[in-house]
């Protein structure tokens, strides 16, 4: 797909068809692509945790997320949980090396997020990035380590709901050019 075709295409979906399967290797490939997005140092702190199984899956969002993001995620084919390294990115020998510290982790895994959701879209595929969750009981469910921070869920499946273009801000609101 032609790259400003997929960024427009590109829509947070909150419904699913039920009962499709994703391709197990189609999701490998997704992550892969993914995994292709610049780090610090290319150190690559980016985790991700995918559940596929139905039951798991129903479980999952059961336990782990608010009414509100359990009736978004209940059909989605697949769930990918997203965390990174903490003390990894932005650091040398465990020292910060500027005042972000762990936000350049936090940066990393965004970057690493965004090409995750238009390798998905290229694919077939949509997403919902959920930020609401809670990350003790994800830590617990999925048993990631403490030296993680956990970021998203991002529910995957095929779109069951007619997505239209959202209204974005001038760019002159949010953009300073500095110009001769």
Not at 12 to 18: D, F, G, L, N, T
Not at 28 to 43: C, D, F, R, T
Not at 103 to 126: E, H, M, V
Not at 127 to 140: A, E, F, V, Y
């Amino acid at each position: 797909m032609e790259f400003e075709t997929l960024i427009r295409e590109r829509r947070s979906v909150r419904r699913y068809k039920e009962n499709t399967p994703i391709d197990h290797e189609l999701l490998v490939s997704v992550l892969k692509q993914a995994q292709q997005a610049p780090s610090w140092k290319n150190l690559q702190p980016a985790r991700s945790y995918v559940i596929e199984d139905p039951q798991v899956l129903k479980d999952f969002i059961g336990k782990t997320l608010p009414a509100g993001n359990q009736a978004k995620a209940i059909n989605a084919s697949a769930i990918i949980v997203t965390s990174f390294v903490q003390n990894r990115s932005g650091f040398t020998n465990d020292v910060p090396d500027n005042e972000l510290g762990n936000l350049w982790g936090a940066y990393d895994l965004g970057l690493r997020d965004a090409y995750l959701i238009l390798a998905a879209r290229n694919a077939g595929l949509d997403t919902l990035i959920m930020g609401l969750r809670d990350g003790q009981k994800i830590r617990s469910f999925l048993n990631i380590p403490e030296n993680e921070t956990i970021a998203s869920v991002i529910a995957v499946g095929y779109r069951d709901e007619e997505v239209h273009d959202r209204p974005r801000k001038d760019l002159n609101d949010v953009t300073v050019f500095f110009r001769i």
